[in-house]
């Protein structure tokens, strides 16, 4: 399934450099998040 533009992201998980696990949901309502994506970045590919 395709996301479309305005569409809520699934809500996940990644590990913080001061803070453990850190989920997107912890900043719904609080703050804007930008997720960019980098495909072949730091590979050969």
């Known amino acids: ?7 809520v992201a699934p ?11 850190v989920s997107l949901s912890s900043f719904r309502g609080e703050k804007s998040v930008v997720l960019s994506f980098h495909v072949f970045d730091f590979t050969a590919g």
């Open 1 to 7: 399934m395709a996301a479309e533009v305005g569409d």
């Open 11 to 21: 809500d996940f998980n990644l590990p913080s450099t001061d803070q453990g696990d």
